[in-house]
């Protein structure tokens, strides 16, 4: 009977082990696009707060900086960056971790300049930095410009990894302060501008940044 009570022991032992995660926490203006070259797909109704479950051990996260502005002239723009790859450190079984901005911008002008060399964190539950990357300096531009109808939605790129960028900054004790025909698709405009007249600001912006993730 105690050899069969140590082996189920051991079993579990094992299967703690080969289960074993992490969770990362990532805001809305994060969105997380391959993890150890595993696509992520959020779809289009992602909560705030989005959180993620990863092997413990070290990881290699892929991301992009999204944010959603509102102009007062009732056009929309979502500012969107290229990809930034973070590698981890050894992240602990069962811990929970978040993923934040350095530096946030508040502004439409200074998201389209932050937006060209985003600089990503990753921070344990006590706020404590473990690793600070900094994207590759692209020339991205503001998505839809002209309003949500002005512009083809280009499908054909490809969530590739970024090259060139800085070095990360490792660290453990530094606190982050930061077929239809014609009159069926004429429909389906319809009912479309319909259903955006009569969402709210929050409806929009989840609507506005899911729209923006399938031009990657």
Do not use: C
């Not at 929309?76 to 993923?99: A, C, M, Q, W």
């Not at 429909?187 to 990657?216: C, V």
């Amino acid at each position: 009977m105690a050899l069969r009570l140590t082996f189920a022991a051991a079993a579990l032992m094992i299967s703690g082990t080969a289960f074993s995660a992490v969770t990362i926490t990532a805001p809305e203006e994060i969105k997380i696009v391959v993890v150890n070259d595993q696509e992520v797909n959020t779809g289009l109704f992602r909560s705030a707060n989005n959180q993620y479950k990863v092997d413990a051990g070290e990881s290699s996260i892929s991301v992009r900086y999204t944010q959603y502005f509102e102009h007062l002239n009732g056009e929309h723009d979502i500012v969107k960056s290229g990809v930034v790859t973070l590698k981890t450190p050894f992240l602990k079984d069962g811990e929970n971790y978040r993923l934040d901005l350095v530096n946030a911008p508040a502004s439409f002008e200074a998201a389209k300049k932050y937006a060209k060399q985003p600089i990503v964190a990753l921070v344990d539950k006590n706020k404590q930095l473990l690793v600070q990357q900094t994207g590759a300096n692209t020339e991205q531009k503001p998505w839809l410009g002209q309003g949500i109808f002005a512009k083809a939605t280009d499908l054909t790129q490809k969530k590739s990894a970024p090259v060139n960028q800085p070095a990360a900054i490792y660290a453990q004790t530094t606190s982050l302060n930061s077929g239809a025909t014609v009159n069926s698709t004429h429909s389906a405009d319809q009912q479309l501008i319909q259903l955006w007249q009569k969402s709210n600001k929050a409806e929009r912006q989840k609507f506005m940044s899911w729209l923006a993730e399938q031009a990657n």
